[in-house]
């Protein structure tokens, strides 16, 4: 019986690779989403598979996903780093699910563990604009005496949104 269960690993580890079709396939029928997200992970998946020259999973070498970073950095142009970091995104979620999801090989993991060279680009910062008292005015128009505290607060000590929420009135000091 060891024998046998030992040959059956043997018989998994030799059989085919799985098509990156598959996997976009089986991703979009266990995965709901709207049509358009749907749509999205088509044409980028496809336009991954396209730009690694993959077929299949023991296709998408280091070189391949090296490739695929370098082309998507070069068509980046004047695109915000959201553009990049959607794309990368998305696929990182596919690869994710197939890993998660699918019976793959340990050689089929491996392969795909190479989506690590996939590195997001950091988030633009933002750039702050500086509010206007005629638009303060009208902010506080519709706000609450205790709205208004709030709003008055923030802007004084220069707090973020969240800061604000987190703030409590143990925090104040009155005098």
């Not at 496809?46 to 490739?67: C, G, M, N, P, Y």
């Not at 590195?119 to 519709?142: F, S, W």
Request: proline residues 5%; hydrophobic residues 40%.
């Amino acid at each position: 019986p060891l024998a046998l269960l030992a040959n059956v690993e043997n018989l998994i580890e030799n059989r085919p690779s799985i098509a990156l079709e598959t996997i976009l396939n089986k991703y979009l029928t266990k995965r709901p989403q709207t049509n358009k997200e749907a749509a999205i992970a088509k044409k980028w998946w496809r336009e991954f598979a396209t730009i690694t020259k993959a077929a299949t999973i023991s296709d998408l070498t280091f070189d391949a996903f090296e490739q695929y970073e370098q082309t998507i950095k070069d068509q980046q142009g004047n695109r915000s780093v959201t553009w990049v970091r959607a794309r990368y995104g998305k696929i990182r979620t596919i690869i994710n699910f197939a890993v998660e999801e699918m019976n793959l090989t340990d050689r089929e993991k491996r392969s795909l563990s190479n989506v690590k060279l996939l590195k997001l680009p950091a988030q633009p910062t933002p750039e702050p604009k500086a509010i206007t008292r005629k638009d303060l005015t009208a902010i506080l128009k519709h706000a609450d005496e205790f709205q208004t505290a709030l709003i008055l607060m923030g802007l004084n000590g220069a707090y973020t949104p969240i800061d604000c929420q987190r703030l409590t009135w143990e925090m104040i000091d009155f005098d």
